[in-house]
């Protein structure tokens, strides 16, 4: 039972958000009515004890104003306990993740999310999750502090530099769903945004089999998207880069006069380092990628390699 119109809260999109709006929908009524009996009160005894109105005005006797006060004071501190009981319950249950649970590990740093499903498959940005499965995030940070916060799941949880926090969660509803960082972690924190793709169980089955299979050139032409190598490498070349088409097997001219031969090891010096090797003619405008595994360097070689015999980039 939910009122989004009203409160303009997101989807539920997990078996616990339902817990996590429950109890705000509570803490709102409790305050409601807490703030309407006190409002009430004062706007009742303003218009009965006004100036000029004959109303008895001495105190109470002195037994009926001590029961007045145990009973009020008892009366809230229940109220209040059994509020922070249902809060803390929910909080308890969420410690340990059921062992049958999904293992999912994140990366945070500045400023994208990496995933690496159980299948071994990574993505950045994106985490695709099986519907009805409960999830569990085994998080890290390799940086400085984030905040790992899905909506509609209602599930926020920081993520920190050398320790592992972990949250879990069960997906129920399909569906896209926002993913942001919640901490302030530097000039590009608004930006540090990714998607939870919620899948039917065959689709997702489906899915891990198409990116594991994958050739790796495949893998390349993708983490060349990802990571931004196209916006400046494109099928021309334009003032931020050059175009890499045909460059593999091609001589290039270095700003210091060497004269390389593009191979493998010409294009992996060229992500890892791009300085130790910069092209005649061309600023020094590419950030090293020296975080990228051997893996997905040896992905974006073969990619690389491909576009020597292809007239276009894939799209
Ligand atoms: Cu990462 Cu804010």
């Not at 303003?46 to 100036?51: E, I, N, S």
């Not at 926002?178 to 919620?198: D, N, P, T, W």
């Not at 050059?242 to 992500?271: F, H, M, Q, W």
Request: hydrophobic share 45%; glycine share 6%; aromatic share 10%.
């Amino acid at each position: 039972m939910t009122v989004h119109g009203v409160f303009l809260l997101p989807a539920e999109a997990s078996r616990e958000a339902i817990h996590v709006d429950q109890l705000f929908y509570g803490i709102v009524a409790a305050s409601a009515l807490v703030a309407a009996l006190v409002a009430g009160l004062i706007g009742w005894f303003c218009w009965h004890y006004r100036a000029g109105n004959p109303v008895k005005r001495k105190p109470l006797p002195k037994m009926l104003e001590r029961e007045i006060e145990i009973t009020w004071t008892l009366g809230t501190a229940f109220a209040f306990l059994a509020l922070f009981w249902w809060a803390s319950t929910l909080n308890l249950i969420r410690l340990t993740a059921p062992a049958h649970a999904m293992d999912v590990r994140v990366i945070a740093k500045q400023w994208m999310w990496k995933f690496e499903q159980p299948s071994g498959v990574r993505e950045i940005n994106q985490l695709h999750l099986p519907i009805d499965t409960p999830i569990q995030l085994l998080m890290t940070s390799q940086d400085v502090i984030h905040s790992f916060y899905v909506p509609a799941f209602r599930e926020k949880q920081d993520i920190l530099p050398d320790r592992e926090t972990r949250v879990w969660f069960t997906p129920d509803k399909l569906g896209t769903y926002e993913l942001k960082c919640a901490e302030y972690c530097g000039a590009l924190h608004s930006l540090m945004k990714g998607q939870v793709i919620v899948m039917s169980k065959a689709d997702y089955a489906r899915w891990v089999d198409k990116m594991k299979s994958g050739s790796l050139e495949q893998q390349g032409a993708a983490l060349f998207r990802k990571q931004g190598c196209s916006s400046c490498h494109g099928n021309e070349s334009n003032d931020k880069g050059p175009t890499l088409l045909g460059i593999y097997a091609s001589t290039i001219e270095l700003k210091d006069g060497r004269k390389l031969l593009v191979n493998d090891t010409y294009i992996r010096t060229a992500i890892t380092s791009p300085a130790t090797q910069q092209a005649k003619g061309w600023q020094d405008r590419m950030p090293a990628f020296d975080t990228l595994s051997d893996h997905q360097i040896a992905a974006l070689v073969a990619y690389i390699k491909t576009l020597s015999r292809s007239e276009e980039m894939s799209r």
